[in-house]
C-alpha cells in the first residue's frame, strides 16, 4: 500500500532534520577538537620582526607545540615563543593589532594565527646556570666556554663578531638567554643587557611553547630543529 502524500512529506522533513542535527554535532565536535589542540597541544603564530631572518621571515606562520615547557623541557638551540617579560616590545608595540570579528574567533579557536605583537620569538641559547659570553679570540659566542658555530645566523658582510654585543653573564635559575638569529637587528637579551634598559633573561614561565615548522606560506614549509650539534661542547660542561 503506497504512503499518502502527507506521510511521504513528513518522512522528507525528518531525513533533513536528521542531516542537519548530524551537520551541526560535526561541526561542533571539529570546534571543540580544534579549541582543545589550540589550547593543551598547538598554535600557531605569525612573525611580526626580522629579529629571526633568514630562519623565519616577516610574516611567516610557526606551529608552536605546547608541550614545552609544561611536559618537554627546552633545549638550548629551541626556537620558542614567549610572552613580553619586561616590556621588551615597548608600550605601542605591545599594543594588540586590530582585527576583525571572524579573525579573532578564528584565532581563539587556534584556526589561524593571532593577529597581535604582544609574543615574541627568539632561539634559546643559554639555560639556567649557563655562562654565555662574547665574544671568544674567533667571534663567537660561547656557552659554558665552548664557542658555538651557528649556522643558522644572519649576520651583515664583513662582520667579524657573532653579535654587536660584548657580554658575560650567568643566566639565573628559572631563566633563559635568548637571541635572534639576526643578531644585529635583534632586541634579544644581549641587546637589552648591553643597554642595561631592561632585564636581559626571559622567565621559563613565559614561554608559550616552542616553534616547530613553518606553516605558510607553503614554500617555506619546513621543519625547525634545534641544532643539537652546535650544543654539544656546551653540554658537555653542563653547571652541575
Known amino acids: ?30 570546534l571543540v577538537i580544534s579549541f582543545g589542540i589550540k589550547t593543551f597541544l598547538i598554535r600557531s603564530f605569525y612573525i611580526p ?22 611536559a618537554i623541557p627546552i633545549h638550548r638551540g629551541d626556537v ?46 643559554g639555560l639556567p646556570g649557563d655562562t654565555v659570553a662574547c665574544c671568544s679570540a674567533s667571534g663567537r659566542v660561547t656557552v659554558n666556554g665552548a664557542p658555538l658555530s651557528e649556522p643558522y645566523i644572519n649576520l651583515p658582510i664583513g662582520s667579524s663578531k657573532d653579535d654587536p654585543f660584548t657580554f658575560k653573564v650567568q643566566v639565573p635559575k628559572g631563566d633563559l638567554w635568548v637571541m635572534g638569529d639576526n643578531r644585529y637587528e635583534s632586541a634579544d637579551s644581549a641587546y637589552h ?10 622567565p621559563i614561565r613565559d614561554v608559550v611553547g616552542r616553534a616547530v615548522a613553518i606553516s605558510w606560506p607553503i614554500s617555506r614549509w619546513t621543519i625547525l630543529g634545534n641544532y643539537p650539534a652546535t650544543f654539544q661542547a656546551a653540554s658537555a660542561h653542563d653547571p652541575k
Open 49 to 70: 620582526s626580522p629579529s629571526m631572518t633568514h630562519t623565519l621571515e616577516v610574516n611567516d606562520r610557526v606551529i608552536v607545540s605546547l608541550l614545552t615547557p609544561s
Open 1 to 30: 500500500m503506497s504512503e499518502t502524500p502527507p506521510e511521504t512529506e513528513k518522512r522528507r522533513r525528518r531525513g533533513v532534520w536528521v542531516f542537519v542535527r548530524d551537520l551541526a554535532l560535526i561541526l561542533v565536535a571539529a
Open 193 to 202: 643587557y648591553s643597554r642595561k634598559d631592561l632585564p636581559p633573561f626571559v
Open 80 to 125: 620558542v615563543v614567549f610572552s613580553d617579560p619586561d616590556d621588551w616590545l615597548g608600550a605601542e608595540d605591545s599594543v594588540p593589532r586590530q582585527q576583525s570579528p571572524v579573525t579573532a574567533a578564528l584565532a581563539f579557536l587556534g584556526l589561524t594565527a593571532p593577529d597581535d605583537n604582544d609574543h615574541l620569538i627568539k632561539r634559546v641559547i
